[in-house]
């Protein structure tokens, strides 16, 4: 194949792209326009495919093909934005009769066009055939809609055009129903809100592909996806033209840097590539706001502009059918003079929107009615506002306004939606003067997925939606008579990050800031001032220390003081975890929270925690179930000493099983099992032996999983009576697709077992595997190893904070094993590249470690096998 030489045609080709491209990546390196980049691109592909083309149409010595045939640009190749590694899409149009004609033209030229080294998308089309697919397939007709003639008969495009367009408009409700659902399909894939931290630049919501919705909604209605021409027409305001154009310039120039950086097609803005742009872009430290943090400020501006105008022109295209119209007059009331109430929808009559002009009393009227009514408020309605609130720049706040804002906190109906779109307009940060430094702030860490705003907004939202929970937390949200504290809280308890010192505390003072904006109460501006101080104690008392000590509840419930905070506090945390991202509110975190919840609520009123009930009924169940049982007695002793986690975490039965299993277990053996818990979505592996069975039992059953590429999700000890332990894994499979098959199980419980039966010293091997793109600690996330004697009469605590590698929880309960120490209770979490590890540690004979060089010594050498850890993976990969 090496000896074949290729056509001059396809030579020159090659040569001329590589040339092309490299000069054009010169002109991209000193500053050039997105836009001026992604037309140089287009103009060098259509200068070779022409080339081919032409030089094809000469080997087949055809004179009359070029005449008889249509070449066209479509998508972004059509556009003229293409990035530099884009695919490039054609379409040959010919005429009825002619496919064995054309055959052979279609046939050198796609493989002339792919020899010279270009990805393209080809296909060979009737006019007809064409439109017909168009009107079949949404991704087909957005394709089409950005048409462009590049060579042959141009008569026979602008007929292919004439006819798509008048088919277009022919069924225009239900072309812009596909292309609104195939878009919804796509943003779910890639990141359904802006405010994603690690967001696809073309397909993520906000990004290129929603200025493009644009384009397409405006070619079905209006029959040119020109944006200037859209404005000219009416259907863009200025305003929102110039917006889609600064949007456009902004992401274009980003996608180009981040090809030309890859050195192929890459759309993900990672974080490693969000440090990097930032130095790129020229972004320094300022304000306490990392030069990272304020470039994805930037780009999350641009995004969420591009989605409110792409998600209000699909809306108010959509609402233009006559249908709608019509049966929204039929079945609408009045409401005053200023509104219309119709079956889904609220809108502003003339007086209405006069009336709106400049008044966040009468926008907050609108607000409170819709929410009461439970009504959309109309797009066209949304838009007048938003428009007449761009153009000024003060808007007093009066009493009024103030006292509906309060009176739309009250009510969960439709709240994150409304609060949303008071963001969007920006008349919230008018209310809550906090949001405007948290719009669009990025949280430079991998724990949350959102921006600071967003990730407030989804907090309430995640709270409104407890109204229909039929667990406890729906039940305390319910019975609340004051939900806008709640509320109001969620929405302020984050906008402290981003500045220097602790975002809790300077987060409480912002609080009490807005409550006195807002001319709140003095206890309702004390109670919001607490939440948002502590919102974080409840998860970290829950998750990191030992719920059966009775000094951590004596002192967790002094520093809440009342059932009524505590409520509040309990429903917050859940939210605001719930907010950070899919799944992270577990069914192991609730259990935890709530029981912390129950047992700090004992305490508080006197009474019996209902957690240690169950527990005390769960015993007594478990008892009355070995009556008569061979193995009563052993077991019976084995029943009283049982460990809270074991039961009520567990069934009966289960539990039974479990210590089954471990009775006749011989000092010198271990006995594991696994299986696929669907609900966590991980497998649990359970291991049980005799704890002097071996040194060290926790490090080397975390080494046996982690060596067989099992990432640790959680753990759990539990000392069981007479000398047994037994440790629990919950473990993401990385080698198969859930569930595992039963060999697979089966193979890592022996490896378990020998763990401990046959331990050796050599550390396990981790097998490591190909990756398609950088694992790397993002720079400014230092490893966090903190230790605790406050806490705990009986333990030390160590919280460990770091970016996960394979073998990291190894490497630490190593380390902890080399330095004496032996771990009681073990809190394992885990959520993308973050851990957050709790140990309760004692030294050989069970003791606090007291001695303050000692705890120096600890700290020191677990962050430096984390270090080292994390040193040794970053280099490979």
Known sequence: MDNVRMKPAVEAARQRLAEGRAKILQQHNRGSLGIQIGAKISD???????????????????????????????????????????????????????????????????????????????????????????????????????????????????????????????????????????????????????HLLCPNVKRSRGGLRDIQLVRWVGFVLYGTSNLRQLEQLGALVPDERRTLRDASEFLL????????????????????????????????????????????????????????????????????????????NLFSRSDGREYRIGPRRIRATKLGLEKLQGDFAEILRLMVLANLLNRWIDHDTWQAIRIDMMTRKQVPLTPLAIERFLALLAQPTRLAELLR????????????????????????????????????????????????????????????????????????????????????????????????????????????????????????????????????????????????????????????????????????????????????????????????????????????????????????????????????????????????RL????????????????????????VGAFEHISPGIFHRLTGALSSKRLPILSAEIHTLAEGLVLDRFYVQDLDFAPPPPADRIADVTAALVKSLTDPTEVPPRFRSVWKTTKDEPVEHLPTQVRLDNSTSDRYTIVTIFSYDRLGLLYSITHALYMLGLSVRVAKVSTYLDQIVDVFHVTDGLGRKIEDEPRLQEIRARLEAAIEDKLQMTSGTS
């Open 253 to 328: 120039q980003l996608r180009n840097e981040l090809h030309f950086h890859a050195g192929k097609s890459q759309d993900n803005l990672e974080k490693v590539e969000q440090v990097r742009l930032a130095g790129v872009y020229g972004f320094e430290e300022s304000c306490g706001l990392l030069p990272v943090e304020q470039f994805m400020r930037e780009y999350f501006e641009h995004t969420s502009n591009v989605r409110y105008i792409s998600s209000n022109f699909l809306a108010t295209a959509k609402g233009r059918s006559s249908i709608v119209v019509f049966f929204g």
């Open 44 to 194: 060098l592909i259509d200068d070779v495919v022409l080339d081919v083309f032409t030089a094809a149409l000469e080997d087949l010595a055809d004179s009359e093909l070029a005449k008889d045939v249509s070449l066209v640009a479509h998508s972004g190749y059509g556009r003229r934005d293409m990035a530099p590694f884009s695919d490039v899409d054609l379409m040959l149009l010919h005429a009825r009769g002619e496919d064995d004609r054309v055959a052979p033209l279609a046939r050198q030229l796609t493989q002339d066009l792919v020899d010279s080294g270009m990805d393209l998308g080809f296909s060979l089309r009737r006019s007809k055939e064409a439109v017909q697919l168009g009107m079949k397939d949404p991704s087909v007709l957005t394709a089409l809609a950005e048409s462009r003639w590049l060579g042959g008969n141009e008569a026979r495009f602008e007929r292919f055009m004439t006819r798509l367009r008048r088919e277009t408009k022919r069924r225009a409700g239900s072309l812009l129903q596909g292309i609104d659902h195939a878009r919804r399909e796509e943003r779910l894939q890639y990141g359904d809100t802006v």
């Open 421 to 660: 779109r008071l963001h969007q307009l920006r008349v919230l940060e008018h209310l809550v003067p906090p949001m405007e430094h948290a719009r669009s702030l990025l949280q430079f860490n991998e724990y949350h997925k959102y921006t600071i705003d967003e990730h407030c907004l989804l907090a309430v939202q995640k709270v409104t939606d407890m109204n229909d929970d039929k667990t406890v937390l729906g039940e305390i949200y319910r019975d609340l008579r004051k939900k806008k504290i709640l509320h109001l809280a969620l929405l302020l308890h984050d906008l402290g990050k981003g500045f220097p010192d602790d975002h809790s505390i300077v987060g409480a003072r912002l609080a009490e800031e807005t409550c006195r904006h807002l001319r709140m109460s003095t206890r309702e501006v004390e109670l919001i001032r607490f939440l948002v101080e502590k919102h974080l104690r409840l998860a970290h008392v829950a998750f990191r220390h030992d719920l059966t000590d009775d000094r951590v509840i004596l002192e967790f419930a002094a520093e809440v003081g009342s059932l009524e905070r505590l409520r509040l506090l309990l429903l917050l945390t859940c939210a605001d975890i719930a907010a950070v991202g899919p799944g992270v509110l577990n069914k192991w975190k609730k259990d935890l929270l709530i029981e912390l919840y129950e047992r700090t609520r004992a305490q508080l009123s006197g009474e019996i925690p209902s957690n240690v009930l169950r527990e005390e009924s769960a015993r007594e169940a478990l008892l009355k179930r070995i009556k008569n049982h061979k193995n009563e007695e052993w077991l019976r002793r084995q029943i009283e000493c049982l460990p809270r986690g074991l039961l009520i975490a567990g069934k009966e039965r289960d539990t039974l099983e479990i210590l089954d």
């Open 663 to 686: 009775h006749g277990v011989r000092h010198d053996r271990a006995v594991a099992w696994g299986r696929y818990d669907e609900e966590r979505n991980a497998v649990e592996y359970t």
